[in-house]
C-alpha cells in the first residue's frame, strides 16, 4: 500500500503522504527491508530453491505487469508465497528495473529468512510461507520524514484531509486500486500544489483497501511523510 502527500512553492517544499515523491534519480531509490523472524531456511535446501524460482517469474513479469503474485512449489513446508507492486505512475522499464534490484537486494538483506519484504520508492516486492499476501496488514509499516511540515499547517490541514478523503474513495473506488492528482491552493498571495498519490495491490477487496489507505492518512496527517505498509 503506498499513500504520499506534497505541498510545493518556490519557498517551502512540504511532503505529505505516502505513495511516494516522484523521484528525478534514474535508479530506484531504496527505502527499507524488513526480515520477519517467523522462521529460517537453510541454504541449499528446497525453499530456497522454491523463493529463487519465485523471484524469476516475478522479476519476468516486471516490465509487463504493475502488479503480480506467484506461488512456487507444492510441499505444505517448503511453499513460497509472492508479490510484487510498481507506483501506477512509473513506466515499465522502470518498473521492471525496481523489481530486478528489489529482486537482487531482498536475498541479500534477508539471507535466510522465510519472510521478508523491500520497499523503493517505485515498486515493492514481498514474499512469505503463510498464504497472507491477499490480506491487509498494517504491520511493518515505515514513515518517513521528508520535509518539515509546519509553516501554514492549519491552513492546509482541511484541504489536505477533504483532498484525501476524495483521492482515496477515487483509489479503491476504480480497477486498478490507484489514483494521483495535483490541487492547487493559494495562501496569502502564493500558489501551492499538493500533489496526492494513493494506491493498493489490486488482490484485496474494496474494503480492505480502503481501510488500509485510512489508517495509513491517519499516521501521516501530523507530520510531513511518506507511508510504506504490506499490501
Known sequence: ??????HQSKFISL????????????QPMHIYSYCYKSGNYTANGLYRSNLESLISVLRSQSYTKVFYSYVSGSSSTATVYGNYLCRGDVSSSTCETCITRASRNVLIACPV?????????ECFLAYTNRQ????SDFRPSIRQ???T??????YFTNTLEYRMDLLIREAYSSS??????????????????LHGLVQCTPDLNQYDCYRCLKWAYKNTINAGACWWSPP
Open 1 to 6: 500500500m503506498l499513500i504520499s502527500l506534497l
Open 15 to 26: 511532503l505529505f503522504f505516502f505513495v511516494l515523491i516522484k523521484t528525478l534519480n534514474a
Open 113 to 121: 529468512q522465510k519472510e521478508a519484504i523491500i520497499w523503493y520508492e
Open 132 to 135: 497472507t499476501l491477499s490480506i
Open 145 to 147: 520524514t521528508t520535509y
Open 149 to 154: 511540515y509546519t509553516m501554514y499547517q492549519s
Open 176 to 193: 486498478s486500486y490507484f489514483a494521483e492528482e495535483t490541487h492547487q491552493v493559494s495562501y496569502l498571495g502564493e500558489v501551492y500544489d
